[in-house]
């Protein structure tokens, strides 16, 4: 016997957020600051446990398919990539040009491009700079930013090119970092690289203490998201980024 049913027409707000295999910590901060009504879809991009030039640049080949695995009946208002370091190693917008031939949606987005456009959006030229990488990975990104107008003025590294390892470093040990990266006069604000760096929970405590602007690398990524999805005003915001009530910038 087949049975009745009717069909919904209304879509929630759907984004779309390509993780890394080896990431265990995106997801989780997205539940964290996600409203209900904003459905996110999850794909995964495989990815090595050990972090280089090389094995982010190799996550190239596997972009197009592993966007092609959201699903085919949604609606994605922006996908987001979810790697800072590889954004820089393979290029922003190569890394666009990868998910659309994925998957059709208006926007795509990833850590440096939403970091980029926070900074543009706060009017932030000088950051300090918390990153968990090997000196390449590093230079990789500070060179990014340079090119788009955002100078590193302070640095620190945890020189860690272990995935596994970098998830497991700890809040307190990111604080600290945190804290003497931004207490060099001249920053801006303070970013904490890395997708997979638990560092959400200590956004608000350092702002409090040095008085400036803390981003971090899913932070931002969700705050694009939000803003290009065109669905902010429910996000559970962290930070003086969503706080700020800031429009995105030409």
């Given at each position: 016997?087949?049975?009745?049913?009717?069909?919904?027409?209304?879509?929630?707000?759907?984004?779309?957020?390509?993780?890394?295999?080896?990431?265990?910590?995106?997801?989780?901060?997205?539940?964290?600051?996600?409203?209900?009504?904003?459905?996110?879809?999850?794909?995964?991009?495989?990815?090595?446990?050990?972090?280089?030039?090389?094995?982010?640049?190799?996550?190239?080949?596997?972009?197009?398919?592993?966007?092609?695995?959201?699903?085919?009946?949604?609606?994605?208002?922006?996908?987001?990539?979810?790697?800072?370091?590889?954004s820089a190693a393979i290029g922003a917008g190569r890394v666009s040009e990868l998910i659309r031939k994925g998957v059709s949606t208006p926007h795509v987005t990833d850590p440096l491009t939403a970091l980029i456009a926070?900074?543009?959006?706060?009017?932030?030229?000088?950051?300090?700079?918390?990153?968990?990488?090997?000196?390449?990975?590093?230079?990789?990104?500070?060179?990014?930013?340079?090119?788009?107008?955002?100078?590193?003025?302070?640095?620190?590294?945890?020189?860690?090119?272990?995935?596994?390892?970098?998830?497991?470093?700890?809040?307190?040990?990111?604080?600290?970092?945190?804290?003497?990266?931004?207490?060099?006069?001249?920053?801006?604000?303070?970013?904490?690289?890395?997708?997979?760096?638990?560092?959400?929970?200590?956004?608000?405590?350092?702002?409090?203490?040095?008085?400036?602007?803390?981003?971090?690398?899913?932070?931002?990524?969700?705050?694009?998201?939000?803003?290009?999805?065109?669905?902010l005003n429910g996000f559970s915001g962290i930070g003086r980024l969503f706080l700020s009530g800031a429009d995105l910038q030409p």
């Open positions: 016997m087949a049975l009745p049913y009717s069909v919904d027409t209304d879509r929630p707000t759907q984004i779309g957020l390509i993780a890394l295999q080896s990431d265990e910590t995106i997801e989780r901060d997205f539940r964290l600051m996600m409203p209900p009504d904003v459905e996110v879809l999850v794909t995964r991009v495989p990815s090595s446990t050990t972090v280089s030039l090389e094995t982010l640049r190799a996550m190239e080949e596997s972009l197009t398919n592993s966007a092609a695995l959201l699903p085919r009946g949604a609606h994605c208002a922006a996908v987001g990539y979810g790697c800072t370091s590889a926070a900074c543009k959006a706060l009017d932030l030229r000088r950051i300090g700079l918390v990153s968990p990488y090997v000196a390449s990975v590093s230079d990789q990104l500070i060179s990014a930013l340079d090119q788009a107008g955002v100078s590193v003025v302070s640095f620190g590294s945890f020189d860690e090119p272990s995935e596994e390892r970098v998830v497991r470093i700890s809040r307190e040990s990111v604080r600290d970092a945190a804290l003497h990266v931004g207490r060099n006069g001249a920053c801006d604000a303070v970013f904490l690289s890395c997708t997979n760096l638990r560092s959400l929970e200590i956004v608000d405590e350092v702002e409090g203490a040095l008085g400036i602007p803390v981003l971090g690398s899913n932070q931002v990524l969700a705050w694009h998201l939000g803003k290009l999805a065109g669905c």
